[in-house]
């Protein structure tokens, strides 16, 4: 059959479309035109509805916190259940936990007024020993001393806890007791220097506790910085209101609490003076000459040893009337005591001396009576018949003389 050719089929007419189709056609036309708007607007929704929801990651994030909060809440209360039982000095382990669920379960313990660190004496004092020796140095300094006398006292029992101070609101003039502060000074300068001291520095420090000498004092006194640097090395070793004078040494001010802090820093351990410089200290204060071993050793029974240092002055502001003071630890196979008697106003030195020693045995006479009512718990190892028993290695051997 012969094929159409372009003429033929250019000749041909379309074929025509009902008009019931034709109208259908358009009407679906016309239906889908209008498509592609609201899918848009759909798409466009849907991207704003994912912006707007919380991300997985950090919703997952939020229900882990909210788990962990009450176990973080629980760590808290424990450990401040623990430092509240520290503080309040109890034997029982739990009364800290007890105090922190109940405060009202608490014991009735003053709080550490501001400003003084938590081994602070006058921070943590037993209010049972404090009233009753407030009592007994009142009616002594009443009725038995024949001249008006500013005192106060502090005093520390290792053993037990026990602490107490008298009259902790008054500041005295240190006198030669400033040469602790002198000798704590040199030890940690020396310790942060990663150092031995040398053979001037340690025959200076001898002198200076032993025999109190004054001329050495003022010679370590130039040498570790003055004023200034002592007084930063008191507020490292936690002393709040000890004010050294840079007019002379033996014009700082000083408060029975601080000195009993100072104390057990440099022969106790408390703070930052370290082992060997703890050695030396002892042995310094545990040397001092016969002729100056008054004051707080009155205090000592048989057979304990004394480390102490004394301080004494007259004043001409006063009328000349003397000061005498004495700081040190009594150190038993029970435990060691720090006490602290500074005082000022006496006529002459001997009756200064005679009043600081008699206040020395009543402070230990109240502090047994409470004592023998709670045993101590504690002993030194290192304390045999009387006698200090270092550790093997001594730091005067490794010092060079």
Excluded at 335 to 358: C, F, K, M, N, Y
Aim: hydrophobic residues 40%; glycine residues 10%.
């Amino acid at each position: 059959m012969p094929r159409p050719t372009a003429a033929g089929t250019a000749g041909r007419r379309a074929p025509v479309q009902p008009a019931r189709s034709r109208a259908r056609t358009a009407a679906g036309s016309r239906r889908r035109a209008p498509t592609a708007a609201p899918q848009a607007a759909r798409k466009t929704a849907r991207q704003a509805a994912r912006r707007r929801a919380p991300d997985r990651r950090a919703v997952l994030r939020s229900r882990r916190r909210r788990r962990l909060l009450p176990l973080a809440g629980a760590c808290l209360l424990l450990i401040v259940g623990l430092v509240t039982g520290r503080c309040h000095g109890g034997t029982d382990p739990t009364a800290g936990l007890r105090a922190a669920a109940d405060p009202s379960a608490a014991p009735s313990v003053p709080s550490a007024p501001p400003g003084r660190p938590a081994g602070h004496p006058a921070a943590m004092s037993t209010p049972d020993l404090t009233g009753r020796l407030a009592a007994r140095l009142d009616a002594y300094l009443a009725r038995e001393v024949g001249h008006p006398v500013r005192l106060s006292v502090a005093v520390t029992d290792h053993a037990s806890g026990a602490t107490a101070v008298y009259h902790p609101g008054l500041a005295f003039q240190t006198a030669s007791v400033v040469k602790l502060d002198v000798l704590a000074t040199l030890l940690l300068r020396a310790q942060d220097a990663h150092r031995r001291l040398s053979a001037t520095e340690h025959d200076l420090a001898a002198q200076m506790i032993t025999v109190s000498d004054n001329d050495a004092t003022t010679r370590l006194w130039d040498m570790v910085g003055g004023a200034r640097q002592i007084a930063a090395v008191n507020r490292r070793c936690g002393l709040t209101r000890t004010v050294p004078d840079p007019t002379g040494w033996g014009l700082t001010r000083t408060t029975a609490a601080d000195q009993a802090r100072l104390v057990d820093v440099l022969v106790g351990g408390a703070g930052p003076i370290g082992t060997a410089g703890v050695a030396l200290a002892r042995e310094l204060l545990g040397g001092v000459a016969d002729e100056q071993s008054w004051g707080v050793s009155a205090a000592a029974l048989p057979g304990e040893v004394t480390l102490l240092k004394n301080g004494w002055d007259r004043r001409d502001s006063d009328g000349d009337r003397w000061i005498v003071n004495s700081v040190g630890s009594i150190r038993s196979a029970t435990g060691p005591l720090t006490l602290v008697v500074l005082s000022d106003g006496h006529p002459d030195r001997d009756a200064g001396i005679a009043v600081v020693e008699h206040v020395a045995k009543l402070t230990r006479e109240q502090l047994d009576a409470r004592s023998r009512a709670k045993p101590r718990r504690w002993a030194d190892p290192r304390w045999s018949g009387g006698r200090w028993r270092p550790d093997a290695t001594r730091y005067s051997a490794s010092v060079a003389r």
